[in-house]
């Protein structure tokens, strides 16, 4: 079965760091880009980070610039995405998804496989 799992999430207090991770089993991530996305309850889904196959490419909403850092690590089949300074307005539901071919990155249907999600909640 193909499937992406998140992990990671939490309750963090603001300015705090979580280090979420999406792991794939059933295949290799070796072919696909990889998005970040965030759903925050009564809003859409919206793109947080973004990187390419090869890990030299990597794009980020102008919401998150220098506080997340997304990396990725073939060999352990798995894509980080470092998130520190947190606010509250990053509180939301953190999705990862996986794409063979991605045109335009903040598009959810250039995705092909979708992770369940993890909570992530920055309160004090």
């Known amino acids: 079965q193909l499937q992406l799992v998140e992990s990671g999430g939490g309750l963090v207090q603001p300015g705090g760091s979580l280090r979420l991770s999406c792991a794939a089993s059933?295949?290799?991530?070796?072919?696909?880009?990889i998005g970040w996305f965030r759903q925050a309850p009564g809003k859409e889904r919206e793109g947080v980070s973004y990187?390419?196959?090869?890990?030299?490419?990597?794009n980020y909403a102008d919401s998150v610039k220098g506080r997340f850092t997304i990396s990725r690590d073939n060999a352990k089949n798995t894509v980080y995405l470092q998130m520190n300074s947190l606010k509250p307005e990053d509180t939301a539901v953190y999705y990862c998804?996986?794409?063979?071919?991605?045109?335009?990155?903040?598009?959810?249907?250039?995705?092909?496989?979708w992770g369940q999600g993890t909570q992530v909640t920055v309160s004090s």
């Open positions: 059933g295949f290799t991530l070796d072919y696909y880009a």
């Open positions: 990187i390419s196959v090869s890990g030299g490419s990597t």
């Open positions: 998804a996986a794409s063979a071919l991605v045109r335009s990155w903040l598009d959810v249907d250039e995705y092909d496989y």
